[in-house]
């Protein structure tokens, strides 16, 4: 039968999960058959996806990718990859966000800000101290590079405005609204629909303090616009921003960027 | 006409503008789509709202 082994598709004559271990890999390797982590034999049919890894040895680069993407529920890698995400803002939520869509794989990532990292920065936004003075761009395609080496990343070191929406985002299918301050939120989200027909905007609205988490949600209240937090719970004086929440709403759009990668239009 | 998926009534026609102001919405942080279709912020004050549209106002807050 026809399986795909650690990214490669390869036809060999056995049944069961471990006894291909028994034949590629070492007795104490693990097994990620479909998806999860097997620690009992289990049956193999036409198509599966196994992938065996040895704790401790880097894997060859054909086999990297593979092994990365093991835990994936099926299928969903090869969707995501043809995917193509900018991210405008890489403060609280965008840095996030695009560390989320590098884990899962994909392909194409332009990521926008003007900004360096500075310290009030590290309370929320995905960057470490030796990131400080840096151009948030550098920053984060850095640690993206370490983290998932097969996305495709481009950087724009502007500052969005109503006048340069079109040129940036054109060609992407999601474009995440990921700003501070409510004018660039709307000036961004009102240009990408009007200007460009095609693209989905997943934009974020209210994720200040500690309220409680099940305040953020996802909504749509529009047809090519996705609006994720808890809608209240803007940043002002006495009014701060903190990781937790902020990167709950941040796993919101993350999430709903990929839902709609892999077809799924509803919140 | 309906808003934000509850009916009210409109006595009067007015501008989209004048429309958002009466209700709180500062036009500056707001994305709206009447009948369907984004309206470009330019177009606020030349937009006539009557009692059968529908009409979705989005807000946003800061923070990011």
New interface residues.
Partial sequence: MRITLNGRKIELDAGWAFEVRERYGKPNDIVILNGFQIEEDCKISENDILNIITKGVMPGKDELESMMMARHTPRVHSEVKKGKVAVA?L????SNIAVMLARVGVGQLLLVDFDVVEPSNLNRQCYSISHLGMPKTAALKKQIQEINPFVKIELRDVRVAENNVRELFEGYDIVCE??????A??VL??TA??QLPDIKVV??????GCESSNLIRTVK???R?Y?C?D??????TGSG?MAPR?MV?AGHQANMVLRLLLGMEEA | MKL?GTYHKLDKSQTLDEFLKTRGYNP????V?LN?Q?I??GEYENTIVDDRAAI?V???????
């Fill in positions: 803002g403060g609280g939520l965008g990921a700003f501070d301050k409510p004018e939120k709307a989200v009102n629909l009007e934009a974020a609205s209210g994720m200040a209240p529009m047809k616009l609006l937090g809608l209240e719970n803007g940043a002002g921003l902020v709403c | 934000n500056a942080i707001v994305a789509e369907g984004i470009s912020k979705e989005v807000r946003f807050v800061g923070g990011g």
